[in-house]
């Protein structure tokens, strides 16, 4: 069993050991959380390359007690060429899920790698270079990194969709099969790549040599991005939303990611919270607060230029109320919905001084397009791939249009003195996650550990499962899937730590500096901590 992870002089956490160990040292060697989410982040983009990358985006809620904190969207916007008409002269009706025609918005990853390095420096102390953060992703990929069991039945799983994309079978089929778990997954091209970028900075992936090669790759390829793309493409400074929870602020990000929805189930839920978790009022009511926070998030949520009205508003109690009282605590309301799918990784990372990071880089769905430039080894997402061909959509296409995110870091003032960075992996298990995670801890009172470790659900699809059931991990207990099923829940069981429950984290920190950690175990992470 797991139990909480404590210490006082930094703590990294992170779905995958090397990345948070690489975080860890960099607080060793004197840097800031800042600095060490970089670290942790060029590496776990090596060694969970299924489920993020270079060829991604990330965004970044950096902040401490008592402060707002700094909002970075590093997230690209489509490309130029890329409009309705562009897809129908192809003989297309809906923008393809794989290949180079999913290939379609610009990686803004490294970009916010750049804005928060700028940040650090500016705001905060840092003096790393570049070349000091990238090392440990420099050195795993060159001489190689374990394979993980996920990677490998991702890679099975996900054969007869990519085998035939440029470039993947070479990285991911090496000898016509998937690698086998714990063999060295070596990728020079990447690292390669990173010593680029550490030696000419973020800059040379939109604007330098880098840009250049990505962009004749990505035509060769038959991607619509061009290089004017890459060199339009800067990392944003964004406004967090925050609403308050049971007297706690809570914050995460703003549209066009899916953080509304985060911020909506939690205030949604603390009303009407259930007196006790693990209970069946416990998962209907945040299954029901849930499907009220997706039917906004659906109809409105996407590129905020676009949107009718601003995000606050519904935020606003008058706006919550409304929707609180269409929530039935003893009846499911009628689902299916639209939903999301996508892979992802968060990061969190606190420093002695209570500097604070929550960070989440995705490159969407598993392997995203499964295109990998052949020149640098970038594998790049199919984030476009949520936009949608219909005239009235929320989500339609237009060149340089923002796409809907799912992947949204969260934080969290609390009213007791503590400070609070959580989030996961999943898709439309983020929000759901993310809630789970917060009211076992923070509204329920159950340590930092067993609320990562607890049972989970999830409404809706993810990880490109077809169904749209409430799926729940066995462990829940047969009377409350009963229960739920009384209830009018469509309740589908599947196994203990299911990978599609996601790969959630969090740290808090203490009035008096005691930092506590948690990892999952359904991920192959760690809680490293000075």
């Given at each position: 069993m797991l139990h909480t992870t404590r210490g006082y002089g930094g703590m990294v956490t992170g779905p995958h050991h090397l990345a948070a160990q690489a975080g860890l040292g960099v607080l060793r060697d004197g840097g800031n959380a800042i600095e060490a989410m970089i670290s942790a982040a060029a590496t776990i983009a090596v060694v969970y390359p299924h489920m993020n990358g270079l060829g991604g985006d990330g965004f970044w809620l950096i902040g401490r007690k008592g402060e707002m904190p700094h909002a970075i969207q590093a997230c690209g916007r489509s490309a130029e060429m890329a409009s309705r008409d562009y897809y129908a002269s192809l003989g297309l009706d809906a923008i393809p899920t794989r290949g180079p025609l999913s290939a379609l918005t610009v990686a803004g990853a490294v970009s916010g790698w750049g804005a928060a390095h700028d940040l650090s420096a500016a705001r905060h102390g840092g003096r790393m270079p570049l070349s000091r953060l990238l090392e440990d992703a420099i050195r795993h990929a060159r001489d190689g990194a374990a394979v993980t069991r996920t990677l490998h039945l991702n890679t099975a799983a996900k054969r007869a969709e990519l085998e035939d994309v440029p470039g993947f079978a070479e990285v991911y089929l090496p000898k016509g099969a998937p690698l086998p778990i714990g063999a060295r997954l070596v990728q020079d091209r990447i690292a390669r790549t990173l010593e680029r970028i550490a030696e000419a900075g973020p800059e040379d992936f939109y604007r330098g040599d880098l840009a250049a090669s990505m962009a004749r790759d990505l035509e060769a390829a038959g991607s619509p991005l061009r290089l004017s793309d890459l060199r339009d493409h800067r990392a944003a400074a964004v406004e967090a939303l925050s609403v308050m929870v049971g007297g706690h602020r809570v914050y995460n990000m703003p549209p066009p990611?899916?953080?509304?929805?985060?911020?909506?189930?939690?205030?949604?839920?603390?009303?009407?919270?259930?007196?006790?978790?693990?209970?069946?009022?416990?998962?209907?009511?945040?299954?029901?607060?849930?499907?009220?926070?997706?039917?906004?998030?659906?109809?409105?949520?996407?590129?905020p230029a676009y949107m009718s009205e601003p995000a606050e508003s519904y935020l606003t109690d008058e706006c919550l109320d409304g929707l609180r009282a269409g929530i039935s605590t003893e009846q499911a309301a009628p689902w299916p919905h639209p939903a999301q799918p996508g892979d992802t990784v968060w990061l969190g990372a606190v420093d002695r001084d209570g500097l604070s990071v929550s960070y989440i880089q995705s490159i969407y769905w598993e392997f995203g397009s499964g295109l990998v430039l052949p020149e640098t080894g970038v594998t790049w997402q199919n984030r476009g791939t949520g936009f949608s061909l219909a005239e009235r959509h929320p989500n339609r296409l237009d060149p340089k249009r923002l796409p809907f995110h799912t992947i949204q870091p969260a934080m969290a003032d609390l009213k007791d003195g503590r400070f609070m960075v959580y989030g996961t992996m999943g898709g439309e298990g983020q929000p759901q996650t993310q809630a789970k995670v917060f009211a076992r801890h923070v509204l329920h009172g159950m340590p930092l550990q067993a609320a990562v470790s607890a049972p989970r659900w999830l409404l809706g699809r993810t990880w490109g499962a077809g169904t749209t059931t409430l799926k729940i991990e066995d462990r829940i207990g047969a009377d409350i899937i009963d229960r739920l099923r009384a209830a009018g829940h469509d309740v589908e069981v599947v196994e203990s730590y299911a990978e599609s429950m996601g790969h959630a984290g969090a740290i808090v920190r203490h009035p008096d500096g005691l930092l506590e950690g948690a990892t999952d175990p359904r991920s192959n992470g760690t809680v490293a901590t000075r």
């Open positions: 990611t899916q953080g509304l929805a985060s911020l909506m189930l939690l205030a949604l839920y603390d009303p009407i919270r259930a007196d006790a978790p693990e209970s069946f009022d416990f998962v209907h009511r945040l299954v029901e607060c849930t499907k009220a926070a997706f039917r906004v998030r659906n109809d409105k949520v996407g590129d």
